[in-house]
Nanobody, 115 residues
Framework: QVQLAESGGGSVQPGESLRLSCVAS????????MGWYRQAPGKQRELVAT???????NYADSVKGRFTISRDNAEKMVYLQMNSLKSEDTAVYYC?????????WGKGTLVTVSS
């Protein structure tokens, strides 16, 4: 059974940082591209960042320079370091695992950025 479990969400003020974590089970982690997506209230889910099995990363323009995705294949973990958070970063953040067009999703973790 595939499981992706996110953690690390919370409420912060603008300019602060958070680190999201996702632990995977039930997949051959090293073969999967991993990603973080988010969905704000009333909006569609959007890509935040992805990282290939080899460690190449890609970011949405809105988070470039502020967010960093990383992975630990030995621990089956993927992380999202979020710095300089803005109110528009408020959303539920979802962990994604992808291998040959098969996608798995976590249940999400809520990030709220508000003064």
């Amino acid at each position: 059974q595939v499981q992706l479990a996110e953690s690390g969400g919370g409420s912060v003020q603008p300019g602060e940082s958070l680190r999201l974590s996702c632990v995977a089970s039930g997949i051959v982690f090293r073969l999967h591209a991993m990603g973080w997506y988010r969905q704000a209230p009333g909006k569609q889910r959007e890509l935040v960042a992805t990282i290939t099995p080899g460690g190449n990363s890609n970011y949405a323009d809105s988070v470039k320079g502020r967010f960093t995705i990383s992975r630990d294949n030995a621990e089956k973990m993927v992380y999202l370091q979020m710095n300089s958070l803005k109110s528009e970063d408020t959303a539920v953040y979802y962990c994604n695992a992808n291998y040959i067009r098969v996608n798995f999703w976590g249940k999400g973790t809520l990030v709220t950025v508000s003064s």
